[in-house]
């Protein structure tokens, strides 16, 4: 009689041995996942991306332009489609630079969870992220450069206007017109800011999300990953706000027209040092929705697409 019980208690300590030893478990993504979010992210926030750089390329240093009247300026002036100028090389950006970025960074993240590593500490995520954000830029460099310039396009007198009909269609003028090279015009500040911009979003949102679950504070859910991403939205801007003004005068000027990125410099300075963050505002606004809606989107396509590994 007495044999049942204590057979039933030596169970129970066995039984529980297992659902401690169970181990925990976390969903990952596809290396190519934050290319497709980020790009179904510029989609949504190709408009104010527009407005900013409207902004910022403002050749009259005394013209003062709020984003509200530059908004209704481009709609009255060419339509409500125009907002959408260049959205094709705005997604090409985003599937070259973004995936390029997001791929190195997940993967090296997924090797180290593989190997039972654990989560990366912060200086190895910064390292990581900024490493893959100059790849990225580089890699996102021809994207970026016929983006602005479709952007661009209806600010400029008619006769002087490069009338890319999309995104190929510009990168097959550039390399006719001013070579391959001419591809990769600006490439050195668009790979600095790359690595900027992912320090402040991907390197940020992770600390940020990992600190808040392992303390208790939030749980990982749309609003956790809502909440984190517009924190690192803002970082982000704050980070690269100088180097976005000088890239997108770079990227726009006519051939010969800067000698490179100090000559840059120093006629932004010559404007004043406020001239660095011409902007900011729709700079924030592109960029904080842009960074929350990548972040929910790649956590979703991680829910539904990822897979599940051992942490």
């Known amino acids: ?24 478990t976390r969903r990952v993504g596809r290396w190519y996942f934050g290319g497709i979010a980020a790009a179904l ?11 900013k750089v409207h902004m910022q390329t403002i050749s009259s240093a005394g013209e003062s332009v709020s984003m509200s009247k530059t908004f209704v300026h481009v709609v009255k002036r060419d339509g409500f489609r125009a907002l959408y100028n260049g959205i094709s090389a705005s997604v090409l950006r985003q599937l070259t630079y973004s995936t390029a970025r997001f791929g190195i960074y997940e993967s090296a993240k997924n090797v180290m969870l593989a190997r039972g590593s654990g989560d990366m500490s912060i200086g190895v ?10 790849v990225g830029g580089y890699v996102g460099t021809p994207g970026d450069l016929i983006n602005v310039r479709m952007q661009n396009d209806m600010k400029i007198p008619p006769e002087q206007r490069r ?12 390399v006719r017109e001013e070579s391959v090279k001419g591809l990769f015009s600006g490439s050195a500040m668009a790979s600095v800011r790359g690595g900027l911009m992912s320090i402040g979003q991907i390197a ?20 956790t990953h809502f909440v984190c991403s517009t924190l690192a939205g803002g ?9 976005d003004v000088m890239k997108t005068k770079l990227m726009n000027a006519k051939p010969g027209e800067f000698k490179g990125i100090p000559d840059v410099f120093m006629h932004t300075l010559r404007v004043g040092p406020s001239a660095f963050y011409k902007g900011f505002v729709p700079a924030f606004m592109r960029l904080g929705p842009h960074t929350i809606l990548t972040f929910v989107f790649l956590e979703q396509i991680k829910k539904y697409f990822g897979t599940t590994v051992a942490i």
């Open 1 to 24: 009689m007495s044999s049942k019980p204590a057979a039933a208690a030596a169970a129970a300590p066995a039984d529980q041995s297992k659902a401690v030893a169970k181990p925990e």
């Open 41 to 51: 992210a510029a989609c949504c926030t190709h408009p104010l991306d527009l407005v």
């Open 125 to 134: 995520k910064i390292g990581v992220a900024g490493c893959a954000g100059l």
């Open 163 to 174: 009338n890319y009909k999309h995104a190929l269609d510009g990168v097959i003028r550039v």
């Open 204 to 223: 940020t949102y992770d600390t940020i999300k990992e600190t808040a679950l392992r303390l208790g504070i939030l749980g990982d859910n749309m609003g």
């Open 235 to 243: 970082f982000a801007t704050a980070i690269t706000m100088p180097l």
